[in-house]
């Protein structure tokens, strides 16, 4: 049923293409941007599609105008980059994982410990690294406009963990990635894929020990309520990129596209610096509740977790690019003098 739907809603939205509407929007010059993802509204990514269109639509005098589509309403990841590609919806903001089947740079992202700052991330993604993998995602219709921040992905479970050693024989539920599996099975845990949807269930039942996600998946799917420590592993920077449909770009005039990207690059570091204020407020709320408890790991623990993990980067980096892997590192040792 929900297929139809979204089927319904992409033909709908298509609907001013086949009948001939072609430029930046209708005839008067008006341009109205459908933004949508999968997360809950209020997130950061949220408000930062919704910021947006509020500096949009002030600096137009209302010519061009965003409405924001949180929640999967018009349908999961595949199938908002599918309408994206279609033109049939103009921006999305998609989680990395589902980019991999449109180039194998985005991979990078997944790798484990692969930056050791949130600094040194927004340099690399800011910078070369960032921009070379929008230009392989270009040949799939998209057009890549900023690296939103949706915060450090870290490990929860019901005994402390410091070290690879603790984390030997436990079932841990991962996303339905290679690299993630392989991430969790070599440092020695068991990884076992499983949908968002059930782990609060699985973690209540015991069928899994131990999960991992940024702190706002945390709270907002109350997985604290049955995971009583948080270990700041910091194991992924999770980002989510801001991309737009080329189909629907390229009608865009040269004004709109600069105006639209100027905009963007004005809310990315305000979407940053909301995304850091809403873990430290979650982390401060999961150490005063009196249940949980934020473990975190000195720079040598978490170095010890990383040296675990480096058969992913011998199994993957190849593919991925040991180019882009070694642009990364560069950044990382000038972050670390």
Same mark, same amino acid.
């Given at each position: 049923?929900?297929?139809v739907?979204?089927?319904?809603?992409?033909?709908?939205?298509?609907?001013?293409?086949?009948?001939?509407?072609?430029?930046?929007?209708?005839?008067?010059?008006?341009?109205?941007?459908?933004?949508?993802?999968?997360?809950?509204e209020?997130?950061?990514?949220?408000?930062?599609?919704?910021?947006?269109?509020?500096?949009l639509? $002030?600096?137009?005098?209302?010519? +061009?105008?965003?409405?924001?589509? @949180?929640?999967?309403?018009?349908? &999961? !990841? %595949?199938?908002?980059?599918?309408?994206?590609?279609?033109?049939?919806?103009?921006?999305?903001?998609?989680?990395?994982?589902?980019?991999?089947?449109?180039?194998?740079?985005?991979?990078?992202?997944?790798?484990?410990?692969?930056?050791?700052?949130?600094?040194?991330?927004?340099?690399?993604?800011?910078?070369?690294?960032?921009?070379a993998?929008?230009?392989?995602?270009?040949?799939?219709?998209?057009?890549?406009?900023?690296?939103?921040?949706?915060?450090?992905?870290?490990?929860?479970?019901?005994?402390?963990?410091?070290?690879?050693?603790?984390?030997?024989?436990?079932?841990?539920?991962?996303?339905?990635?290679?690299?993630?599996?392989?991430?969790?099975?070599?440092?020695?845990?068991?990884?076992?894929?499983?949908?968002?949807?059930e782990?609060?269930? $699985?973690?209540?039942?015991?069928? +899994?020990?131990?999960?991992?996600? @940024?702190?706002?998946?945390?709270? &907002? !799917? %109350?997985?604290?309520?049955v995971?009583?420590?948080?270990?700041?592993?910091?194991?992924?920077?999770?980002?989510?990129?801001?991309?737009?449909?080329?189909i629907?770009?390229?009608?865009?005039?040269?004004?709109?596209?600069?105006?639209?990207?100027?905009?963007?690059?004005?809310?990315?570091?305000?979407?940053?610096?909301i995304?850091?204020?809403d873990?430290?407020?979650?982390?401060?709320?999961?150490?005063?509740?009196?249940?949980?408890?934020?473990?975190?790991?000195?720079?040598?623990?978490?170095?010890?977790?990383?040296v675990?993990a480096?058969?992913?980067?011998?199994?993957?980096?190849?593919?991925?690019?040991?180019?882009l892997?070694?642009?990364?590192?560069?950044?990382?040792?000038?972050?670390?003098?």
């Amino acid at each position: 049923m929900k297929r139809v739907f979204v089927i319904f809603l992409a033909f709908f939205f298509a609907f001013p293409l086949l009948t001939g509407c072609t430029g930046s929007g209708a005839a008067d010059g008006s341009v109205n941007i459908k933004i949508a993802h999968v997360s809950q509204e209020g997130v950061p990514i949220d408000r930062a599609a919704r910021r947006l269109g509020e500096l949009l639509y $002030a600096q137009t005098d209302g010519r +061009i105008t965003v409405d924001v589509f @949180p929640a999967s309403i018009l349908g &999961g !990841n %595949r199938e908002l980059l599918e309408q994206l590609q279609f033109g049939t919806l103009e921006m999305v903001i998609p989680s990395v994982a589902f980019l991999g089947g449109f180039t194998d740079a985005t991979g990078l992202l997944d790798l484990p410990y692969l930056f050791v700052s949130d600094s040194a991330a927004e340099e690399v993604l800011d910078g070369e690294v960032g921009q070379a993998i929008f230009s392989r995602l270009a040949d799939a219709g998209f057009v890549g406009l900023a690296w939103f921040s949706t915060g450090w992905r870290h490990l929860t479970a019901n005994e402390i963990v410091r070290t690879p050693a603790d984390m030997r024989g436990k079932r841990i539920r991962v996303m339905e990635n290679q690299m993630h599996i392989d991430h969790f099975n070599a440092i020695g845990a068991s990884a076992i894929p499983m949908a968002f949807s059930e782990v609060f269930t $699985a973690l209540q039942n015991r069928t +899994i020990d131990s999960q991992e996600n @940024p702190y706002a998946n945390i709270q &907002g !799917n %109350r997985l604290n309520e049955v995971q009583r420590y948080i270990i700041e592993t910091g194991h992924v920077y999770d980002t989510a990129p801001l991309l737009a449909s080329r189909i629907w770009w390229d009608r865009l005039s040269a004004e709109d596209q600069i105006l639209i990207r100027d905009n963007v690059a004005y809310i990315l570091g305000w979407q940053r610096m909301i995304s850091l204020e809403d873990q430290d407020e979650i982390r401060q709320a999961f150490n005063d509740n009196g249940f949980n408890t934020v473990v975190q790991l000195t720079p040598e623990e978490r170095a010890a977790f990383r040296v675990a993990a480096q058969p992913v980067f011998d199994t993957h980096g190849p593919r991925i690019g040991l180019d882009l892997i070694e642009m990364v590192e560069e950044v990382n040792r000038r972050h670390i003098q």
